[in-house]
């Protein structure tokens, strides 16, 4: 597989490497999200938090969490980088 790989067109590669990349970190993001919303997010104290009365505190900090994971323990690569 890596011979046929790397006979592409550079131009193809480089777009099969930006959705790879690109989709393994919407699905780790997801993942990840979805633990913390059905663990952490179920605690009532959390649940009861709003900013600005209407946006629920958990869904900012969330997110920032889940990036900060992803950027500190995970590595993401594609096998149509150069």
Do not use: C, W
């Amino acid at each position: 597989m890596h011979e046929r790989i790397a006979r592409m067109n550079p131009l193809l590669r480089k777009i099969l490497h930006i959705f790879s990349v690109t989709g393994t970190f919407m699905m780790l993001y997801g993942g990840i999200y979805l633990i913390l919303k059905y663990t952490i997010g179920r605690i009532p104290i959390i649940q009861g938090l709003y900013i600005f009365g209407t946006v629920p505190l958990q869904i900012p900090l969330f997110m920032i969490i889940t990036l900060l994971i992803i950027k500190r323990f995970i590595r993401i690569s594609s096998p149509y980088q150069d």
